[in-house]
């Protein structure tokens, strides 16, 4: 190929250029008092707005500035000119234009910016999952150096769908303490008649090579999952869950998370939520009225509620810290979890396996949070982005035309009752729903791991509650080692699976959902159960547990397994309390006791092979050093700058 090859010569159109142009008709709306006082950058800002094509005369209003994790170019007709990485940003532009509209309706004047995101769905087993978690605290960061290049910007709306720009994008709201915030859900996908769900679709090559599905039927559903162009997968996962927690902090509108993408409401709820930004601005309530310890603890409820993704251990203490709250602690999560029943029956839980976007129609956060006003459990005296309190909120949803409304649409149109996906504490209990997560310890994991109890699936518990599995460990360094041996039949019922070096220092903490997955839709996969450093998509479910403390890189017990160690694993699914254990090597003359076992692990040496993924990027191998030395995993894997300030300056001093 020459140079030639790449011009398009017989194009003369591109003769036809313009070196100089007419300016916009029309004055800025200038006064001498604005001319003498206000920065250069106000004026400018002006100018440049004009020339973008904006009516001169209206440049003087309030600034509201739309903050988007927009993804790939949709046509008039809406199919892609550019692919999106997934749905859950694709569709964002028509909430984002229902939102400026009214904004401009309102006579202030809307502004937008784009920090896009990655998908879990797309990077797993891949080394794009090295990225996923210190994208968040990225992409944060470039969203609040964005807020503050528009300096006069009276509030700021967030419109996010997904695992990690969501969080991202709460975190930047919940930075900014003195202006008016609001966050927009990006809703959900729709679910496809006679297709899988995402999470499910996610396993066809598990199920291939074992053979439990066929070629034909692999090519299919991987075909017709979605059914939607837009919007977060239809299970419980990290965007659903994250959805449903800004709802519980107040920072999104009452009935907004999980609203089906694309369709007259989930605009409705953009043109909803740019108002509420405006009356923010108008009673002068901003970011720190509404996110406070209460509004904290109310989310936390909120996600016990629904049996949310265990990932949220890491990403609402996240926004706790950039809302200058108390950051959860596990003693918080325990206490919680403890009180709150989970309430909602939806992938990937169960029992019955809804679409979330049947939460939304059985009335959604607000329909939970009145089951748990009900128990008492929540602060219902903290403002919302609504400019009214959460009693008030709930007190109008209680009786409104829109919560009849949409459970009668669910019960005509699915032929489910409301009931059946959001239950009273006391059909929960009936149905045999468990609390939600148990944080279990013991000498492979003396600094705690966690485990969403509640997905276990309920055949491997007994009467009391409790699962336990004793079995022969088989260690693997890697995600990809594991699954390998599980699509090559190397994996049996009563296995116990350890993948370490898979923390923050190894891989960016990835996620290992290739692994949960397939147990969850193998046959024989309930009988096995996973321990590893690394983390879970908020889609896994089964006996798996992850965040082990410390990371195997870290010197952590969890480093000095091997394959035909003794594991002893004990999780009480209804107190909440777990164990997990080396007992010893199966080839002792007789068996240990549990502190016999933990000396011999504890003057082991780390496994000679355990290392860093050697493709790990630098940018995450600074990310890990960073949220080490600001606290870890068990802080949400923040960036404390007075921690590393200080961790800087004693290795000044040192040195």
Same mark, same amino acid.
């Given at each position: ?14 003769? =036809?250029?313009?070196?100089?142009? %007419?300016?916009? *008709?029309?004055? @800025? +709306?200038? /006064?001498?008092?604005? !001319? ?117 910007? =009276?509030?700021?709306?967030?419109? %996010?769908?997904? *695992?990690?720009? @969501? +969080?991202? /994008?709460?975190?930047? !709201? ?482």
């Amino acid at each position: 190929m020459s140079v030639r090859d790449i011009f398009d010569d017989d194009n003369r159109d591109i003769y =036809r250029v313009r070196t100089h142009a %007419a300016g916009p *008709d029309g004055e @800025l +709306p200038l /006064t001498a008092e604005m !001319l003498i006082n206000r920065p250069s950058g106000d004026i400018f800002g002006m100018t440049m707005n004009a020339g973008m094509g904006w009516q001169p005369d209206e440049l003087d209003r309030d600034s509201i500035l739309l903050l988007s994790t927009l993804g790939g170019l949709r046509g008039e007709d809406g199919k892609p000119v550019a692919l999106a990485l997934h749905q859950g940003h694709y569709e964002l532009d028509i909430q984002m234009k229902a939102a400026a509209e009214t904004i401009k309706a309102s006579k202030a004047l809307p502004y937008a910016v784009y920090v896009s995101d990655p998908c879990d769905g797309r990077t797993q087993g891949t080394n794009g999952m090295f990225d996923s978690l210190p994208y968040r605290n990225d992409a944060s960061m470039v969203m609040r150096r964005l807020i503050r290049s528009l300096p006069d910007a =009276r509030a700021v709306i967030g419109v %996010a769908t997904c *695992d990690k720009g @969501l +969080p991202a /994008t709460m975190m930047a !709201l919940a930075s900014q303490h003195d202006k008016a915030t609001v966050l927009i859900p990006g809703g959900a996908t729709l679910p496809a008649r006679h297709g899988e769900d995402n999470g499910k679709v996610q396993t066809i090559g598990a199920r291939f090579a074992n053979g439990e599905l066929s070629l034909r039927d692999a090519r299919r559903a991987g075909c017709q999952a979605c059914a939607s162009s837009g919007g977060g997968c239809q299970f419980l996962g990290t965007a659903g869950t994250s959805q449903v927690v800004a709802e519980g902090l107040g920072l999104a509108i009452p009935h907004s998370a999980l609203a089906p993408s694309g369709e007259p409401v989930w605009q409705e709820i953009a043109r909803a939520s740019a108002r509420a930004a405006l009356q923010l601005v108008k009673k002068g309530i901003t970011t720190k009225d509404i996110l406070t310890d209460k509004a904290i603890e109310n989310a936390m409820m909120v996600h016990a509620a629904f049996g949310g993704s265990t990932n949220l251990l890491l990403h609402i203490p996240a926004i706790a810290h950039q809302a200058g709250c108390h950051l959860p602690t596990v003693e918080d999560w325990i206490r919680i979890n403890k009180q709150v029943p989970r309430l909602v029956s939806v992938l990937p839980n169960g029992p019955v396996y809804h679409p979330t976007v049947n939460a939304f129609m059985a009335g959604g956060v607000p329909e939970v949070m009145l089951h748990l006003r009900d128990l008492g459990l929540l602060h219902e005296d903290v403002m919302t982005v609504t400019g009214n309190t959460l009693k008030e909120n709930l007190d109008w949803w209680q009786h409104s035309e829109r919560r009849q409304i949409f459970k009668d649409l669910l019960r005509q149109q699915e032929q489910v009752e409301p009931d059946d996906v959001i239950m009273s504490p006391q059909q929960a209990a009936a149905r045999g729903l468990t609390s939600t997560i148990t944080f279990p310890v013991g000498n492979i994991a003396p600094e705690g791991s966690v485990i969403k109890s509640t997905a276990i699936d309920a055949s491997v518990i007994n009467e009391a509650g409790i699962y336990y599995h004793k079995g022969a460990a088989k260690v693997y360094l890697s995600e990809k080692a594991a699954i390998y041996d599980i699509k090559h039949e190397k994996i049996n019922a009563g296995d116990i699976l350890v993948i370490i070096g898979a923390g923050p220092s190894g891989t960016g903490m990835e996620e290992t959902y290739q692994v949960t997955s397939a147990l969850k839709h193998l046959s024989y996969g309930k009988h096995v159960s996973l321990i590893t450093d690394a983390r879970f998509s908020g889609v896994s479910t089964g006996a798996c547990i992850g965040h082990v403390g410390p990371e195997a890189l870290a010197g952590g017990a969890i480093g000095k397994l091997r394959t035909g160690d003794i594991i002893e694993i004990r999780i009480d699914c209804k107190q909440l309390q777990g164990e997990v254990n080396f007992l010893g090597t199966g080839l002792d003359e007789k068996p240990l006791s549990r502190e016999e076992a933990t000396v011999v692990l504890n003057t082991r040496d780390i496994h000679p092979d355990l290392m860093p993924d050697p493709d790990l990027p630098d940018d995450t191998r600074l990310w890990a050093m960073l949220q080490a030395v600001s606290g870890g995993t068990w802080t949400g894997c923040i960036y404390d700058v007075n921690k590393i300030n200080q961790a800087l300056q004693q290795c000044i001093k040192k040195s």
